[in-house]
């Protein structure tokens, strides 16, 4: 972490943001060198999102900005990963709309769920939700197989495990809210409480 001394959690979580647009070029001249660029830049931005978090915890740096961009940036470099995949052919459209509806609709009953009051915990399915999307999508950034590794492959089954355990896991965010807020899907909200706080920067959903 001293290395990263005269850099901020959110300058990192822009770099990510920032990412994505040259991942797409990556990804549309497709070929051996630039799969690999893709991966390795896709490997990089992976990592900056537990870097920044650490360095927010660590120099007391948590900021709303923060805490805001986090998980946009987060799903702005795999959306634009997954849809330029499809795009190239690479990546099967079924498994890339479930996961991308997912983390929408997730997002917005988060929203709704700290608005009224209510405290979503990120739970241990999410994690494998994460890592299944990170491990899919790098695979399928290589698209070829290099050391006789068949990463192509592994990279669409592990896409469409990714959206089994993504609709698993958002169906769980659901059920969770309604338990806790005392109402059943189509009720009407009652008078909202004060706004509690987003989730920290690294709580991915």
């Known amino acids: 972490m001293r290395l990263l001394k005269w850099v901020t959690p959110n300058q990192l979580t ?67 990963s997954l849809v330029m995949l499809v795009g190239a052919g690479h ?21 709704v769920a700290a608005l009224d009051g209510t405290e979503l915990h990120v739970t241990h399915g999410a994690k494998w ?33 990714a959206a089994v355990v993504t609709v698993w896991t958002g169906w769980g965010y659901f059920r969770a809210y309604f338990q806790i807020s005392g109402r059943r899907p189509g009720e009407a909200t009652p008078t909202a409480q004060p706004p509690s706080e987003p989730p920290p920067p690294d709580e991915e959903a």
């Open 14 to 80: 822009l770099a990510r943001i920032l990412a994505a647009p040259v991942l797409m070029l990556f990804i549309h001249l497709g070929g051996p060198l630039f799969n690999w660029l893709g991966a390795a830049l896709f490997l990089l931005a992976g990592l900056t999102d537990y870097v920044d978090g650490e360095l927010a915890r660590q120099r007391g740096e948590v900021t709303l900005l923060g805490r805001m961009l986090d998980p946009i940036a987060d799903k702005i470099l795999l959306a634009a």
């Open 91 to 111: 990546a099967h459209v079924v498994p890339t709309v479930v996961i991308i509806a997912r983390e929408f609709a997730v997002s917005g009953m988060r929203q």
């Open 129 to 161: 939700k994460t890592a299944l999307q990170m491990l899919a999508t790098g695979g399928l950034l290589l698209n070829h197989d290099p050391f006789g590794i068949p990463f192509a492959t592994l990279g669409q089954v592990l896409l469409w495990a």
